[in-house]
């Protein structure tokens, strides 16, 4: 059965760092997202693409992340420099098209990343 | 603003026992709601996706409702196994194009 690829599964590093992660969508998906889920809390999206294109990044703390999906398929997030505040599980999710009927999100395994 | 509650925030329940999960959200106008599971740790599996025009969607065990007019959305799990235990996440989508909203999940633990 066809899955979301997140990598790593775990990430630790020191506030100031740089960290990435990475994403691969089910194939033929158009549609990608990257949530942060706090300890606790639901999923926040951080960023949505569309193909290539950035649909909704409203939520994406621009002065540290940046997300990019060059081909439109596989999608890396960026944080720089990470804070402690950072620390949470970070999933990769894809749909077929956006806003299509019945249009279900497909989860990846997420990154943990603690920040020390 | 789309706000979406999940009551109570954990359960405890033994094993066989039928339970139901409680959603409420405050603006009644969605597009869908959707059921997830997730594992500690883990990402999130989804369960059951219901349309607005829908009233319930089944899977094996499970069944989802959705009253548009009052805000809830309830799961509905028969016969509970260890194997069930994880949190469960209600999501929300607004409007055809809009963001999911999630609310913050109900943690289960069946009991052996």
């Known amino acids: 059965e066809a899955e979301v690829a997140q990598s790593p599964r775990y990430k630790i590093t020191e506030k100031s760092q740089a960290v990435a992660f990475w994403c691969d969508p089910i194939?033929?998906?158009?549609?990608l997202y990257w949530y942060r889920q706090i300890l606790g809390q639901g999923p926040e999206l951080l960023v949505q693409?569309?193909?290539?294109?950035?649909?909704?990044d409203s939520q994406l703390p621009k002065d540290r992340f940046s997300a990019e999906r060059l081909k439109g398929v596989d999608s890396t997030l960026k944080i720089q420099p990470a804070e402690l505040g950072d620390s949470a599980m970070y999933l990769c999710?894809?749909?077929?098209?956006?806003?299509?009927?019945?249009?279900?999100?497909?989860f990846g395994p997420g990154t943990r990343l603690t920040v020390l | 603003k789309q706000e979406v509650t999940q009551i109570p925030a954990a359960l405890s329940v033994p094993e066989g026992e039928n339970l139901v999960l409680n959603c409420s959200f405050t603006?009644?106008?969605?597009?869908?709601l959707q059921w997830f599971r997730q594992d500690p740790g883990k990402g999130l599996t989804s369960l059951l996706l219901?349309?607005?025009?829908?009233r319930e969607q089944t899977s094996g065990r499970l069944n989802a409702s959705l009253d548009k007019s009052s805000g809830r959305s309830t799961l509905y799990i028969a016969a509970s196994q260890p194997g069930d235990s994880a949190t469960y996440l209600c999501?929300?989508?607004?409007?055809?194009?809009?963001?999911?909203?999630f609310g913050k999940g109900t943690r289960l633990h069946i009991l052996p």
């Open positions: 999710a894809s749909s077929l098209v956006q806003g299509a009927a019945y249009n279900e999100q497909f």
């Open positions: 194939s033929g998906h158009a549609t």
């Open positions: 693409f569309q193909d290539e294109s950035v649909v909704d």
């Open positions: 603006d009644s106008a969605i597009y869908n």
């Open positions: 219901i349309q607005s025009s829908q």
């Open positions: 999501a929300v989508r607004p409007g055809r194009d809009d963001k999911i909203i």
